[in-house]
């Protein structure tokens, strides 16, 4: 690794004593000035010795094999009211010439230090940010509408822009490559950069994002609302499993192998009525009631201002759902956004919550700040950005349907399918979770099909997708970019992916 340095006799510690003049350069960075930048600390990290303060001992373990690095950790203060904290981490050595930028999770205020890692071992520079408040609650928000801008956008770009100035000025090679990865939140933040801010990364992965912020918060406040007064509506996790099983009884075939997996729970149609219970209520059954509620997560009821559908969850995601319907983060963030971000009341209780109201009213007062629904990437597009998205299609946290839309609308507005697929494609994952976890293929490398992409003009076919059962693989498929999916040829196992090819339903 070249490192600038500032005289012949730096040069010489260079040679005889790299840990020291590692450390000092590393150190100097302690007095780098940047308009509304704070450095308030620059050190190396011995190999394997990072531990993050204040977290959990047992953690440590998954930094051990860390290379040697700058931490470089400052406050950004783009306004008055801004406090935001990030940390920037720079290989000592063997540096890839590369950035990576990682993403959050629901109001989380917090650094992502377990993110950083991989980039890291990867020989990228990697940062991450607090979104500049501390605490996954939204609670900043009351009397800091900049707070919430910082949130909402402005803390990943500043970070952006720091950590490249940072690094141009610890490298004397200049960076090749930036990008960008996150999931749920963090996939909410990688589309704001590729709509608000598309010069900030060459490539962009945005995994589950959370792109219709106030529409998922009110789907889930309106069946949680539903069932807190309605009790006996409650489906339970025999309930539940009854619903699952169904699902892929009536949809697992669809395209035309047996494997507990759903290809494509949108044209999945479950005739409820037969789980209703008979006058007997003989057998594994659904009241009346609890049909209802099942029919209500699985709709999804339009928004009266832009008429656009709020997505429900698909037929497959069943055994994520709990008693009072969508996860228990999906309340708990939905509750937040209206009681800090819509009526800034934090005695907002969720009785008080009407959607066709309050649907409406929640995307008027986000005005574009949280949502990311603009599906106008033409300026992405034409910087040569390279954008992968996915989805697991069983996800009981936020709709998979969110994403089709959104891709449906980019579509639309640009085009077409041709017109996009060149720097847009998305990933439909059957049978997983939110993230991750589930029954089907859930764990693959978008970061490297990403670096093919952008450097090496070699476009995602597919993306190869593994299911293991103790750390062993024991399933794999390709994900197929939307909306093509992954069609059995007709011979070898169905536990293989080289066995399926990607077609156009």
Same mark, same amino acid.
């Given at each position: 690794?070249?490192?600038?340095?500032?005289?012949?006799?730096?040069?010489?510690?260079?040679?005889? +004593? *790299?840990?020291?003049?590692?450390? !000092?350069?590393?150190?100097?960075?302690?007095?780098?000035?940047? @308009?509304?930048? %704070?450095?308030?600390?620059?050190?190396?990290?011995?190999?394997?010795?990072?531990? @993050?303060?204040?977290?959990?001992?047992?953690?440590?373990?998954?930094? !051990?094999?860390?290379?040697?690095?700058?931490?470089?950790? +400052?406050?950004?203060? @783009?306004?008055?009211?801004?406090?935001?904290?990030?940390? +920037?981490?720079?290989?000592?050595?063997?540096?890839?010439?590369?950035?990576?930028?990682?993403?959050?999770?629901?109001?989380?205020?917090?650094?992502?230090?377990?993110?950083?890692?991989? @980039?890291?071992?990867?020989?990228?520079? =990697?940062?991450?940010?607090?979104?500049?408040?501390?605490?996954?609650?939204?609670?900043?928000?009351?009397?800091? *509408?900049?707070?919430?801008?910082?949130?909402?956008?402005?803390?990943?770009?500043?970070?952006?822009?720091?950590?490249?100035?940072?690094?141009?000025?610890?490298?004397?090679?200049?960076?090749?490559?930036?990008?960008?990865?996150?999931?749920?939140?963090?996939?909410? !933040?990688?589309?704001?950069?590729?709509?608000?801010? *598309?010069?900030?990364?060459?490539? %962009?992965?945005?995994?589950?994002?959370?792109?219709?912020?106030?529409?998922?918060?009110?789907?889930?406040?309106?069946?949680?609302?539903?069932?807190?007064?309605?009790?006996?509506?409650?489906?339970?996790?025999?309930?539940?499993?009854?619903?699952?099983?169904?699902?892929?009884?009536?949809?697992?075939?669809?395209?035309?192998? !047996?494997?507990?997996?759903?290809?494509?729970?949108?044209?999945?149609?479950?005739?409820?009525?037969?789980?209703?219970?008979?006058?007997?209520?003989?057998?594994?059954?659904?009241?009346?009631?609890?049909?209802?509620?099942?029919?209500?997560?699985?709709?999804?009821?339009?928004?009266?201002?832009?008429?656009?559908?709020?997505?429900?969850?698909?037929?497959?995601?069943?055994?994520?759902?709990?008693?009072?319907?969508?996860?228990? =983060?999906?309340?708990?963030?939905?509750?937040?956004?209206?009681?800090?971000?819509?009526?800034?009341?934090?005695?907002?209780?969720?009785?008080?919550?009407?959607?066709?109201?309050?649907?409406?009213?929640?995307?008027?007062?986000?005005?574009?700040?949280?949502?990311?629904?603009?599906?106008?990437?033409?300026?992405?597009?034409? +910087?040569?950005?390279?954008?992968?998205?996915?989805?697991?299609?069983?996800?009981?946290?936020?709709?998979?349907?969110?994403?089709?839309?959104?891709?449906? $609308?980019?579509?639309?507005?640009?085009?077409?399918?041709?017109?996009?697929?060149?720097?847009?494609?998305?990933?439909?994952?059957?049978?997983?979770?939110?993230?991750?976890?589930?029954?089907?293929?859930?764990?693959?490398?978008?970061?490297?099909?990403?670096?093919?992409?952008?450097?090496?003009?070699?476009? *995602?076919?597919?993306?190869?997708?593994?299911?293991?059962?103790?750390?062993?693989?024991?399933?794999? $498929?390709?994900?197929?970019?939307?909306?093509?999916?992954?069609?059995?040829?007709? =011979?070898? =196992?169905?536990?293989?992916?080289?066995?399926?090819?990607?077609?156009?339903?």
């Amino acid at each position: 690794m070249l490192i600038r340095i500032p005289s012949w006799s730096a040069i010489f510690l260079v040679l005889l +004593l *790299p840990s020291a003049a590692f450390a !000092q350069f590393c150190e100097s960075l302690n007095s780098l000035s940047l @308009p509304n930048v %704070i450095v308030d600390r620059a050190e190396v990290v011995a190999a394997g010795s990072f531990s @993050p303060s204040g977290g959990n001992p047992n953690s440590s373990s998954r930094y !051990q094999d860390l290379p040697a690095f700058c931490r470089v950790l +400052l406050t950004l203060t @783009p306004t008055p009211d801004s406090d935001i904290k990030m940390e +920037l981490w720079l290989p000592t050595d063997n540096w890839n010439g590369k950035y990576l930028a990682v993403g959050n999770g629901a109001f989380t205020g917090n650094v992502r230090h377990s993110a950083m890692a991989m @980039p890291l071992s990867r020989g990228y520079a =990697s940062s991450s940010t607090d979104t500049g408040h501390l605490g996954n609650t939204a609670s900043f928000a009351l009397g800091h *509408p900049q707070k919430v801008y910082d949130f909402a956008w402005r803390a990943v770009h500043e970070m952006a822009v720091t950590s490249k100035a940072l690094i141009d000025t610890y490298y004397d090679d200049g960076l090749r490559y930036s990008y960008f990865t996150g999931c749920s939140a963090g996939g909410r !933040q990688a589309m704001k950069e590729a709509q608000r801010f *598309p010069a900030d990364f060459d490539g %962009i992965v945005a995994g589950a994002p959370g792109l219709d912020w106030t529409g998922r918060a009110a789907a889930a406040l309106r069946i949680a609302t539903h069932l807190e007064s309605n009790p006996s509506a409650r489906l339970k996790q025999a309930q539940r499993e009854l619903l699952y099983r169904t699902a892929l009884d009536s949809c697992d075939t669809n395209d035309g192998v !047996q494997d507990g997996l759903i290809s494509n729970p949108a044209q999945c149609d479950i005739d409820l009525e037969i789980l209703k219970c008979d006058s007997n209520n003989a057998g594994a059954c659904l009241s009346e009631a609890q049909v209802n509620t099942a029919k209500m997560i699985y709709s999804s009821p339009i928004n009266p201002r832009t008429s656009r559908p709020i997505t429900g969850l698909l037929p497959g995601s069943e055994l994520g759902w709990t008693d009072l319907g969508w996860t228990q =983060s999906a309340r708990v963030t939905g509750l937040e956004q209206y009681r800090y971000l819509v009526y800034e009341d934090e005695d907002w209780t969720i009785d008080r919550f009407e959607f066709d109201r309050d649907v409406a009213g929640a995307e008027r007062k986000d005005d574009d700040t949280l949502n990311a629904l603009n599906p106008d990437l033409f300026e992405f597009v034409d +910087l040569g950005g390279k954008l992968i998205a996915y989805h697991g299609w069983s996800d009981p946290q936020i709709s998979p349907a969110n994403a089709t839309q959104y891709y449906e $609308r980019v579509s639309t507005v640009m085009g077409g399918r041709e017109k996009i697929h060149d720097s847009m494609r998305l990933f439909m994952a059957p049978g997983m979770g939110h993230c991750a976890g589930g029954p089907g293929p859930n764990s693959f490398d978008s970061l490297t099909a990403l670096e093919n992409w952008v450097e090496k003009d070699i476009a *995602p076919d597919s993306i190869i997708a593994v299911h293991r059962t103790d750390g062993a693989v024991d399933r794999s $498929r390709p994900l197929c970019p939307y909306p093509e999916l992954a069609v059995y040829n007709g =011979s070898g =196992s169905t536990n293989e992916a080289e066995n399926f090819v990607c077609r156009n339903p």
